[in-house]
Nanobody
C-alpha cells in the first residue's frame, strides 16, 4: 500500500503562484510514476502532469505546460507541483496519484493510489 497526502493548496489571486506537495509513505516511492490531477465542480477529473520514477521524464497537459512544473525528491518521498501564472480556471481540487511503473501515465483509471486532494482557488 502507498499512502499519499497532499498539501499546499489555498486561495491565491490570478497571476500568483502555489506549490503543492504530495508526501508518500509505504512502498518504495522511487519505483512509482507520480501524477497530478485536478477536478473542478461538475467536471471530470483532469490530468495535469506526471513524472517517472527516475525524474528524467515529465509530461504535461497542454493547458498547463509552461505554467506548471512537476518534480520529485525520492529521498524525501515527495512529489511537487509548482504552479505559476495561475488563472481562475485553475480552481479545482488537486490530487496526486501513484502507479508502480517506469512509464508516463496520464489516464486516471490507470493509477493505483490516490491522495485525498487539496483545494486550490484562484480569484480574479
Amino acid at each position: 500500500q502507498v499512502q499519499l497526502v497532499e498539501s499546499g493548496g489555498g486561495l491565491v489571486q490570478a497571476g500568483g503562484s502555489l506549490r503543492l506537495s504530495c508526501a508518500a509513505s509505504g512502498r518504495t516511492f522511487s519505483a512509482y510514476t507520480m501524477g497530478w490531477f485536478r477536478q473542478a465542480p461538475g467536471k471530470e477529473r483532469e490530468f495535469v502532469a506526471a513524472i517517472t520514477w527516475s525524474d528524467i521524464n515529465t509530461y504535461y497537459a497542454s493547458s498547463m505546460k509552461g505554467r506548471f512544473t512537476i518534480s520529485r525528491d525520492n529521498a524525501k518521498n515527495t512529489v511537487y507541483l509548482q504552479m505559476d501564472s495561475l488563472k481562475p480556471e485553475d480552481t479545482a481540487v488537486y490530487y496526486c496519484a501513484a502507479k508502480k511503473t517506469r512509464t508516463l501515465v496520464r489516464s486516471p483509471p490507470e493509477y493505483d493510489y490516490w491522495g485525498q486532494g487539496t483545494q486550490v482557488t484562484v480569484s480574479s
